[in-house]
């Protein structure tokens, strides 16, 4: 049972309690060889367990569940994550988006509720969020620490569930360890870069102050100065990723950003130029799920029809009143959907939400 901290309410946990373990076993003698952890110093902010239990409006069960705060050594590469939810549960985990923007704590926010019948786990991509920031930040890099979080955390076979960005590196591990995967997620991603051109005409038709070609030209091409300016750069289409703005929770949500410029402009000046794996996708056996909001302008809905046409095993699903996070603009349907995908209730085709 999970002690509110003084201070805090039933449900609220502080960081800074947590006690660290470096060594885990479930009831049913599973082992996880977590190896080298440490105690995370820092409390994040807008981001307590009572908020997430309640996003969809239901009781907080986070009360009587596990979870655990700390930092992970991979590859060299000190790695912060959170484990939650069922210790007995299938293993899930969730990879984000936005590399030196993003960070776990917006799947978190969507995906907590999944805790009631599985375990939960989140991190922070090297180079972004509060893990370290320590290169290469390359597509192999990151699998490879996605891989080994996995083998510290003794588990043989997981689901997967990669938004964005994070779509990439969960199509580039399913490449590389589909072994080790039972079926994957995909929320509003790409199969290779040659979408940009959309992105940017949806951007520019916008007329959003702030938002004009040079700018965006130098977004999209990893040419960004500071974080400063990486900052200025999401606050100005800042607007476009959902359908219904709410411009102090959007306020709230820049305010507690971390900015990594650096890892931003490798990922978008380099990875991004060689990456598609459009012509590998068929190799893909595992059940799949491929899910966009019909108004996403950075990962449009025809790059997730794209996917769902080379992999045989999969299922489309386009959420009509969402933009670019349907698992959290329409969340209650987006994990009912999951949850019906997961115990296979789902069969292959597409339909809209």
């Known amino acids: 049972m999970i002690r509110a901290s003084p201070g805090h309410s039933a449900g ?48 907080d069960f986070f009360a009587a569940q596990r979870r655990i705060n700390m930092y992970i050594t991979v590859n060299g590469c000190k790695i912060y994550y959170e484990i939650h939810g069922n210790e007995n549960g299938e293993t899930i985990f969730f990879i984000h ?6 960070d776990c704590r917006s799947d978190i926010q969507a995906f907590s509720p999944l805790g009631d019948e599985y375990r939960l786990v989140f991190f922070d991509m090297r180079g972004s969020g509060r893990s370290e920031t320590k290169p290469p930040f390359t597509h192999e890099q990151w699998v490879s620490d996605i891989d080994e979080i996995r083998k510290q955390l003794g588990a043989d ?46 951007a520019l038709e916008s007329r959003l102050p702030g938002i004009n070609e040079e700018m965006l030209n130098r977004l999209f091409s990893g040419q960004v100065r500071s974080n400063e300016e990486f900052k200025e750069m999401y606050k100005a289409i800042q607007p476009l990723y959902t359908v219904e703005w709410d411009e102090e929770k959007a306020k709230e949500r ?17 990875n991004k130029k060689s990456y598609d794996v459009t012509g590998k996708l068929h190799t893909i056996k595992i059940p799949v799920l491929v899910t966009v909001g019909r108004h996403d ?35 209650e349907a987006y994990l ?13 085709g597409a339909f809209t939400i």
């Open 12 to 59: 609220e946990t502080d960081i800074r309690d947590r006690s660290v373990r470096s060594e885990t076993a479930d009831e049913s003698g599973r082992k996880g060889r977590i190896r080298s952890l440490s105690r995370t110093n820092e409390e994040v902010p807008f981001f307590r367990t009572a908020t997430f239990g309640n996003i969809t409006g239901k009781i």
């Open 97 to 102: 988006g936005g590399p030196g923007m993003g």
């Open 157 to 202: 076979k997981i689901i997967m569930i990669g938004g964005s960005y994070g779509g990439f590196l969960t199509l580039e591990y399913a490449l590389r360890h589909q072994e080790h995967l039972s079926r994957i997620v995909l929320r509003d991603t790409a199969p290779s870069q040659n979408y940009d051109d959309l992105s940017m005409k949806k």
């Open 254 to 270: 820049l305010q507690s950003m971390y900015f990594h410029y650096e890892t931003h402009n490798y990922a978008f000046s380099v």
């Open 297 to 331: 302008w950075i990962t449009p809905p025809v790059a997730s029809e794209d996917i769902a046409k080379e992999i045989e095993n999969s299922t489309l699903v386009i959420f009509e009143n969402s933009g670019h996070s349907p698992h959290i603009e329409q969340n």
């Open 336 to 348: 009912e959907l999951v949850r019906d995908f997961l115990k296979d209730k789902i069969k292959p």
